[in-house]
């Protein structure tokens, strides 16, 4: 199928966008939980994880070889084999997919690091617009507490290192990450991104999330009777030897949030 | 000087307007004789005292094993491919070829993003997108496009053998090799023409002999590189030595 060229896609494609430590994996996981929950048929994606690419990647960043256009560039590959290969056939099949980071973190990421704006956003035309592309807003001083919680050392660029903003990774990785929210910020207006309030209640985040999702789910793709801990609640089992489901058998309980 | 303009926009990295090297790409397509060419002009311009840079596609530091490793599967969708190829140009462009172009020497590129675009364009991928995505690329001082038909170039494709994706065998849906190959190299050798003319290629007869062929490339690379700063000492030759007369110079000496 051409990418390029597609009619409207039976499925739904709900994304989360923010910055490190806005907490956005952890709602988008939340949300996961509660759609498998619900019986729906969920597939996800995140950023930097395709296979084919992704080896390129870490090479790339373990012998600093990446430069701004080089670092664009094999994100972009990376981010069109996982379209081709996972979340366009589940939106043509009219599933749900979810994506951890989307076009929205290379425009962000990108742009700080001097790359063209109009390039990119051409460059990235091939992927399917969103239903919901949801941005989660937290301020820099919150977003830095989190990640520096559990974090030894930051990588040289997750840091941005590569910018020579600052010698120092830690003001660096701050120097870097409040740049990205300037982009963010105007990515928001330019493509309608929602707007989370990232410092509220975790609850709270979700409910919301779960009530701006909701109406977008009649006719969704389902699949019933594929829920292993069902099937183990009834057979009186604890699934010993099923492996490789963590997907379902996790979902017990987590559907009861909202 | 090659003076630096790109296609498109300029990208992060670049800050001079001018390079003291010259940019030479030499196009066309597999089988025509290109590596031949690039590796007499090489010899050529060293026995005229230019240092020179020869690189040629996937054979970046970073990109390279990735994209030959990722071909062996057959899996690649264009798109992600093209990507691929981006990265492993643009790594070759920022960390081989400028540094070559600013320290004076003449970078004789074996494919540039021409090839690249053909390629994707016959395979259905947006000449538009292909294009705009190429924006990055420094315009070069010359382009010599290797012009031939399918009739000339079958034999010489026939000596070493059909390649799966020199046929085109990735994506059309021919009975066998041969009709696959005929249609791929035709359709191709059109788009080359095509960039050809939209992007004002030196054309060059490449039907005729090695020799031949060599003689032509000689005198467009030999305008090229004119005015260059060389070390006298080291240019030797005369400039009008044939490619036999060259070799039997070379000889003893190697």
């Known amino acids: ?258 | 000087m090659t003076e630096v303009r790109f296609y498109g926009h300029r990208p992060p990295g670049f800050e001079e307007d001018t390079l003291p090297g010259r940019l030479i790409v030499i196009e066309g397509t597999d089988g025509v004789g290109r590596s031949t060419q690039v590796a007499l002009l090489k010899e050529w311009l060293e026995d005229r005292a230019y240092a020179v840079l020869d690189t040629g596609l996937v054979r970046s530091e970073l990109a390279g094993p990735g994209i030959k490793r990722a071909k062996q599967g057959h899996t690649l969708d264009p798109i992600t491919l093209n990507l691929f190829y981006a990265t492993d140009f643009w790594d070759r462009l920022e960390r081989q070829i400028v540094p070559a172009l600013r320290a004076g020497m003449v970078a004789l590129v074996d494919r540039y993003i021409f090839s690249l675009i053909a390629r994707a364009t016959v395979r259905g991928v947006s000449r538009e997108w292909m294009e705009h995505l190429y924006g990055f690329a420094l315009i070069p001082d010359r382009t010599i496009y290797l012009d031939i038909d399918v009739e000339h170039l079958l034999p010489r494709v026939l000596e070493r053998g059909f390649d799966y994706w020199e046929s085109g065998l990735d994506f059309l849906r021919e009975q066998d090799v041969y009709r696959s190959f005929e249609k791929y190299q035709a359709e191709l050798l059109a788009e080359f023409l095509r960039l050809a003319e939209d992007h004002h290629f030196e054309v060059v007869d490449a039907r005729g002999s090695i020799a031949d062929v060599f003689e032509v490339l000689r005198a467009k690379v030999d305008g090229a590189v004119k005015g260059m700063e060389v070390d006298q000492l080291a240019a030797h030759r005369p400039a009008d030595t044939t490619v036999e007369q060259a070799r039997e110079t070379e000889a003893p000496s190697a």
Do not use: C
């Open chain 1, 1 to 258: 199928m051409n990418p390029f060229e597609r009619d409207d896609l039976p499925g739904r494609l709900f994304i989360v966008e923010g910055i490190d430590g806005s907490g956005k994996s952890t709602q988008l996981d939340l949300l996961h939980k509660w759609l498998v929950g619900e019986g729906y048929l969920v597939v996800f994606s995140e950023w930097n994880s395709s296979p084919i690419v992704k080896g390129t990647t870490k090479r790339g960043k373990k012998r600093k070889l990446l430069s701004p256009m080089s670092f664009s560039l094999i994100h972009a590959a990376d981010f069109a084999s996982r379209i081709h290969d996972r979340i366009l056939p589940a939106l043509q099949a009219g599933a749900i997919v979810l994506a951890d980071r989307y076009v929205y973190t290379a425009f962000a990421r990108d742009a700080v690091r001097g790359v063209d704006p109009n390039w990119l956003r051409r460059v990235y035309s091939f992927a399917p617009t969103p239903t919901i592309s949801f941005y989660f807003d937290v301020p820099l001083d919150e977003a830095i507490r989190r990640i520096m919680e559990g974090r030894p050392s930051l990588k040289f660029y997750e840091a941005g290192l590569d910018m020579g903003l600052a010698d120092d990774p830690e003001d660096s990785f701050r120097r870097y990450q409040g740049l990205i929210r300037e982009e963010y910020d105007r990515l928001v207006g330019e493509f309608g991104l929602v707007r989370m309030d990232a410092t509220e209640n975790l609850i709270r985040q979700q409910q919301r999330m779960r009530q701006l999702v909701e109406p977008h789910l009649n006719g969704v793709m389902r699949i019933e009777g594929q829920s292993l801990s069902d099937a183990l609640v009834k057979a009186r089992l604890r699934g010993r030897y099923v492996s490789g489901r963590q997907d379902v058998t996790q979902v017990s309980g987590a559907g009861r949030l909202a």
